[in-house]
């Protein structure tokens, strides 16, 4: 206790001699003694909290004789103390930093505080009016603060600001946000309605607390302002503004005519609100909103001219929307548009004037009629007349309103079976060609290649049906015709694959026959039948000069030559050779079978065998007269 009470006149000793050292006097805002305050360059006399300011001070007293060490300044940031001498025990200020002198200048920076904690009295800083002011530093042992102020400079404190642009719009609606005085060089969090929202764009501040343009998107959201609020991620700093959410609707389709089923869609209404909406300011069905002021509803274009016309909707809170409908003029649908004669069709009609009379024609001729309703839409159904295969125009009049549609009568033409290159046909397979649409009691006629092949009269229902068998043709395509006008054509794809390869029977290889030689293979099978050719030579290589014999469209799988065929006779050394291939009713060949190998014995005619066994008998009796004479004589 002792010890502060001699600290404490030690000090007041101390702080007498340094006023009686001569110092000039230094009165508070002394002549010649400047400051500056900047940020980024720009003077300036106001700041948010935590912004770095620049303060450049000149025209100070330099260092005294009898300093050892430099002189300062002391920057303080607070209220004003309201003397010219600084009280540091009761003034609400805050020791910033001491900068040393240079030649009676300096410069420094310092953040504009958030509390000020230097006196007694402590306090938060808030926006409003404070000051930046210096008192000199004195350097010795103990350093000593000086009271006198120098020099005294307004700052006023700024809260941090955003601006919106736009300020109002409809539900996702692309905002951009800048602002300013927020935290220094911070990375910045947007949020909308307390929830945080993506951003993009700029989003950090810089060294003076702003940031450029940040972008978000309006989510769904009720009419009426909602708050944006920008914080620094840091210091917590923030700032707010308010975006006014405007309902809008959108419609699909725009266009149609009476009676066409639109679909309205609407954002930025009063939540879990009733929804009215009109067409051409005509009520209809109402609706409701979500909580978030959305709403999905379904209305129906009324009877009206060709025009457009507005649709109106509104939550009876005063906030309401409008679009645009264009009503087209009158029009009908056929389902089906084409068919046989005697078809049943269904029409609908939309656009015409509401409540009245609707006849319907079919080629001019009344086929049915209807009337329209409130809306201006009707229906009908019709059964198409008989009349040939054509095109013709289908009416429906309410007497001032007239639509057309095209209906075809069709003919309808087919065969069974249809055949392609993967699934071909026969000859002798069964073809059906049907039809409709066609002439009752008329005649159709069945052509294959240009040959009639069927014919078939028309019923009494149009219908018709003509069966034939595919003649005999080659592989490949071929055309059918149903001559019906207009006449029909089908393709006919015939088979292309050949038929096996026969196999050799007889003669055996390397045997002795007779001229009249019989030949014998195994059954060849094809649907679209068979027949072979067998072929004889001198040579194995059935070179055309070797060619003996050539039979072609043999039916049986076996063959004797004729008389006029048989063979000369042939050693085993010089044989002849012989093979056979079949050939379908296409024209589709096998190929040949294996070569076999027989050679052919010699004959005699009848006389010359008569003349030789005349011979033999002349020469036994001439034997038995010479034997008979040489018996006796002995």
Known sequence: MKDNKLFRVLRAVMFAILLALPFPATPALAVGETITLSSQGVTTSQGAIGQEITIS????????????????????????PGSAIMDYSAAIYERIKIAELSNGTFQTTF???????GGTTKEDVVTGSYYVFLTYYY?????????SVILIAPFNVVAGSITLQPGSGAIGTEVSINGTYLGLNEPIVVSYDGFEAPITGDKDTDGSGAFGVTKITIPPSTAGPHLIRVTANNSGISAQANFTVKPTISIAPSSGAAGTLITVKGNGFSGGSAIGINFDNEALTPGNSDTAGSFVMNAVALSRAPGNYTITTSDGKGNSATATFAVTASGIKLSPSAGLAGTAVSLTGSGFIASRPITITFNDAKVASSTSDAQGAFSANFTVPALAAATYKIKATDGSNTSEADFAISLTVDITPKTSQASPGYIGSEVTVTGAGATPGSTVTITYDGTQVATASVNADKTFSATFKVPASSAGEHTIVASIDPARKFTFVMESTPPAIPLPLKPEMNIKT???????WDDVTDPSGVTYTLRIATARDFSPSSIALEKTGISLSQYTLSDEEKLKPTTKQAPYYWHVK???????QSGWSGTGAFSVGGG??????YFLIGIGALAVIIFAFWLGKRISSR
């Open 139 to 147: 350097p010795g042992s103990p350093p000593i603060d000086g009271l």
């Open 111 to 117: 953040p504009v505080p958030s509390r000020l904690s």
């Open 57 to 80: 001070g000149s025209g100070f007293y330099g260092t005294a004789a009898n300093e050892t060490a430099s002189r300062g300044v002391i920057i303080l940031f607070g209220k004003h």
């Open 604 to 609: 005699l005619s009848q006389p010359v065998i």
């Open 582 to 588: 079949a050939v379908d009713g296409a024209g589709n």
């Open 514 to 520: 007779k001229p009249a030689t019989f030949f014998d």
